[in-house]
């Protein structure tokens, strides 16, 4: 692991560990790296915790989204099957709660925060306007406004069952959304 990628991580820990706080000097410590290197990498706190973030959300993009072939016999099935990803990799990764939750509103998260989402409005307003051509779903309204309200509800849900203990059973959180994006698509029958 190279001295960014080690940075990256020990940023991260040092997020959690703090509940969205981090100071340079303990990073670089954790990361037994100069303070000077970190700064030399990513300028500031703030570019750090941009880093940070970006890995986050990479990860997530090639967990959920990128370069996935979901194996299912049709549409609908393919996207559950992404809502259940997009849920099993909050439920996992130890940083998804700080990172859309606490530490949501922090400018050197919304930056990246709204590239992300930028990309995934774009991705998944095409990936509506395709299902309704190829009458798959016959809900008419605008794409992107349908999209954004579909990764803002499923956002709003996966909040909600971060900061519950115990979290909801994944697959039944999945079935619900599911359930309620699929009506509000009127997904064909068959």
Known sequence: M?????LIEAAQAEL???HGQLEMQSVAKRAKVSVGLAYHHFGSKAGLIAA????FYQALDEAVFSHIHWPSETWAKKER???????????AHPFAPLVIGAMSRAP??????????????????????EARQSGIISYDADT?????????GIRQAVIGALMQDPRPDPEKLTNEIWAFMSAALRIAKG
């Open 16 to 18: 959690i560990a703090g």
């Open 108 to 129: 050197e998260v919304l930056d990246v925060e709204k590239a992300f989402t930028d990309r995934q409005l774009a991705s998944g307003a095409q990936m509506l306007t």
């Open 81 to 91: 099957g992404r809502i259940g990803a997009y849920i099993a990799f909050h439920y």
């Open 144 to 152: 992107y406004l349908t999209i954004a309200l579909m990764i803002g």
């Open 2 to 6: 190279g001295n960014v990628e080690n």
């Open 52 to 55: 940070v973030v970006e890995a």
